[in-house]
C-alpha cells in the first residue's frame, strides 16, 4: 500500500512510500498523510529534523531511482553532505562525464532532498533546480550555519 509523508513547510514537502521504497518526493500540497510502517515513521522523524535545520543523513533510505544512466550519478549526489555543495562539473569530472550529463540525472531525480541535488551547484551560481531557484535556496539555507 502507498504511504504518504507530509513535512509542514513552505511549501510543503510530500514522500510517497511503498513497501520500503520512496518512489517520489514532491514540494506541494499533499493529500492526507498515511504512515503504516515504522519505515515511514522514521523517515517522518527525520525529515522533520531536516526541515528544522538539523544536519540528517538519509543514507539508510531505500529510493526508486528513474533509469540506469540516472542511478549511479544519483547514488554519487547522495554521498555530498549536509551543508556542502559541490559543482556539476566536479562532479561530471568525478564520474567521466559531462556537466550536461549530470544536469540531465538531476532533472530526473524524483526524491528530492532524500538524493540532494540542491546540492549541486554551477560553477558561477546556484544552476537550476526542478522545484525552482528558490526552494533551492531555501534549502541551502537550511544547511548552511
Not at 556537466?99 to 537550476?128: D, E, F, Q, W, Y
Request: aromatic share 10%.
Amino acid at each position: 500500500m502507498l504511504e504518504k509523508i507530509i513535512i509542514e513547510w513552505d511549501p510543503p514537502f510530500v514522500l510517497e512510500v511503498e513497501d520500503g521504497t520512496v518512489k517520489r518526493g514532491y514540494f506541494g500540497n499533499g493529500e492526507d498523510e498515511i504512515i503504516l510502517t515504522d519505515f515511514s515513521e522514521r523517515l517522518r522523524r527525520e525529515l522533520r529534523k531536516y526541515f528544522r535545520g538539523v544536519p540528517t543523513d538519509f543514507g539508510w533510505v531505500n529510493v526508486e531511482y528513474p533509469s540506469k544512466s540516472s542511478e549511479r550519478i544519483l547514488k554519487e549526489v547522495r554521498k555530498i553532505p549536509f551543508g556542502k555543495t559541490v559543482t556539476y562539473g566536479d562532479l561530471a569530472k568525478k564520474l567521466g562525464t559531462s556537466p550536461r550529463a549530470v544536469g540531465v540525472a538531476l532533472r530526473m531525480n524524483r526524491v528530492p532532498v532524500i538524493i540532494p541535488c540542491h546540492r549541486v551547484v554551477a560553477k558561477g551560481g546556484l544552476g537550476g533546480y526542478s522545484y525552482g531557484v528558490e526552494i533551492k535556496k531555501k534549502l541551502l539555507g537550511l544547511e548552511s550555519p
